[in-house]
């Protein structure tokens, strides 16, 4: 953890100057693109994965939503940090200014904010700390951290360990695929910019 805290990361110091002059959001592509398969690096297993979620980001939430529609809460544990980002980003509640009820510290590593997993899953990370964060407890590394893909990943990579009822629950059909995903963009570039 101490590479974290050095001279390399002083560029990502205040996280809030990273908006755009008159105040927008200045999305980034999201830099962890792995994802669980049967045959591949990350499989799907039982308490292998933790979701980290802030209730502020809509786009945590929807993981969050998924993950409970498809009764994964045995499956990928939880926790949901502080919706007031500082200028280190998320806090989890031990270095939140404000207490709040439904908040968590960080149950894997005691951290106080969620760019530490992200240099503890890459040291040299010059990226935007953002949420959701897929966290795989195994190999000690983020996942992913593209909210539309890891709710893929939970719709249908662990169907085969869950109860039938849950399984049978397809929330990205075959045919509604282009339409959910030209919908997913245009919300990205046009109304959350």
């Known amino acids: 953890m101490a590479a974290a805290q050095g001279t390399s990361h002083e560029h990502q110091k205040d996280i809030l100057k990273w908006a755009g002059n008159d ?10 693109r792995n994802w669980i398969t049967q045959d591949g690096e ?8 933790h979701l980290y979620i802030s209730h502020a980001c ?9 993950r409970r529609l498809k009764g994964l809460e045995d499956y990928i544990s939880f926790t949901v940090v502080s919706p007031f980002m500082g200028s280190l980003g998320w806090p989890f509640k031990k270095a939140a200014e404000h207490e709040l009820e439904d908040t968590h510290d960080d149950p894997l590593y005691g951290v106080s904010h ?26 000690e590394t983020i996942v992913n951290n593209e909210s539309s893909e890891i709710i893929r990943m939970l719709n249908s990579a662990f169907n085969h360990l869950l109860p039938p009822e849950k399984a049978a629950i397809d929330l990205y059909p075959e045919d509604l695929k282009a339409e959910i995903d030209g919908v997913n963009e245009w919300v990205y570039d046009t109304v959350n910019k």
Not at 23 to 32: A, D, Q, T, Y
């Open 23 to 32: 105040g927008s959001f200045k999305r980034l592509p999201s830099s962890f």
């Open 114 to 139: 969620v760019r530490e997993l992200y240099f503890r899953a890459n040291p040299e990370y010059a990226g935007r700390f953002t949420v959701p964060v897929l966290w795989d407890k195994k190999r």
């Open 42 to 49: 990350f499989p799907p297993e039982k308490d292998r994965y």
């Open 58 to 66: 809509p786009w945590a939430n929807r993981t969050a939503i998924v």
